[in-house]
């Protein structure tokens, strides 16, 4: 076992968080190393510590696609490779529908509603109005659009939206033809209206280096976000990336993540992306069930795709130990065997 390494987890378990050196260190060694399984175990013990034992449930619909302009080089939806060529729309009766099968048993966190780069706002204020309409107060509502001026985050939040997940990918403004700027006054938009900011470590790549990976997650930090999620890129048919890391990295990606998290109040919830039960036992407490379409998927309902369904994130965050699950209230539902027959047999 690496001195080094043992020196800054034994910090890190007397609340002394990882330096943003520590954190680049601790990221150089290989997945499959003593070194990188004891920065798994500090952190699922930090994160378990600090969030009593406590996961989250997401869920999210995509509305809408269409071949995209802005033509990100990891996503589905670009123009110059997307499989997708008619426009698909959903209606009201099925987001209606879809809303209804996620949230009917209560415990969703929260719900995102997914559009294009470029979108009617008019349509997505409806859809927004539907999905406050169907779902439990206790269900938060979240934004996943494109870059957005103050403004319309305004009629957003007053329509219904409790949030917002947009992020500074890594790559941003080379795999896509968007700027940091943008991005970044997009986020500053949304923190103007009042409304909640997630943030997620994407989409890594096999080429992102530790320096890369901690700059952003030290922006998080410095950020203010409600969470700090991780997600890996997928190598979606059609797009120029053919290579992705392994679960075990994505873990230590998850871990180090975590620990670097220790001095913040409150501590933020640490989504991981797509679901994984590696990084569940790493620092990770969220994982998202998914319908309509989807960037990672090359089906037009990623629920008969890539996308897990509610029933089966229960049951993934039983398995990996968690006791609970929080609502967008503050309140919690033991997470047990019986919990989840009961939400089961409801189906």
């Given amino acids: 076992m690496d001195k080094r390494v043992a020196e800054i987890l034994n910090r890190v ?39 009593g034992n406590t996961a989250l ?24 490779h997307t499989g997708f060529k008619e426009k698909i729309t959903l209606d009201e009766e099925t987001i209606r529908q879809k809303v209804h099968d996620f949230t009917k048993d209560g415990d969703l966190y929260c719900l995102w509603l997914m559009t294009m780069s470029k979108f009617d706002l008019d349509y997505y204020i409806n859809a927004l109005k539907i999905a406050r309409e169907v779902a439990p107060p206790q269900t938060l509502l979240y934004t996943n659009i494109g870059d957005t001026d103050y403004e319309t985050f305004v009629m957003l939040k007053k329509a219904g939206a409790d949030g917002v997940y947009h992020v500074v990918r890594l790559g941003e403004g080379t795999y896509t033809k968007i700027s940091l700027e943008r991005r970044q006054e997009t986020i500053n938009n949304a923190r103007r209206a009042g409304l909640k900011l997630q943030d997620c470590l994407e989409p890594i790549g096999t080429e992102h280096t530790p320096e890369e990976l901690v700059d952003h997650i030290f922006k998080t930090i410095e950020g203010g976000f409600d969470t700090a999620g991780v997600m890996k890129r997928t190598p979606v048919p059609g797009t120029c990336f053919t290579d992705e890391i392994t679960n075990a990295r994505l873990a230590q990606i998850v871990a180090v993540n975590a620990l670097a998290l220790t001095a913040v109040e409150p501590y933020p919830w640490i989504p991981v992306h797509e679901a994984d039960p590696i ?48 609502l967008g209230d503050g309140t919690r539902i033991e997470l047990t065997p019986e919990y989840i027959a009961k939400c089961e047999a409801s189906s």
């Fill in 13 to 51: 378990l007397e609340d002394t968080p990882p330096t943003r050196e520590d954190c680049i260190y601790l990221l150089g060694f290989h997945e499959s190393t003593p070194e990188a399984t004891f920065t798994r175990g500090v952190a699922n013990d930090i994160a378990r510590r600090k969030n």
């Fill in 57 to 80: 449930v997401f869920g999210q619909i995509g509305l809408e696609l269409f071949p995209c302009e802005e033509d990100c080089k990891f996503c589905s939806f670009g123009i110059s």
């Fill in 279 to 326: 990084s569940l036992v790493s620092g990770a407490n969220c994982i998202c069930a998914e319908t309509g379409v989807n960037p990672r998927d090359t089906e037009a309902d990623t629920s008969k795709g890539r996308g897990l369904d509610v029933s089966a994130c229960r049951k993934m965050l039983w398995q990996a130990g968690f006791k609970y699950l929080a």
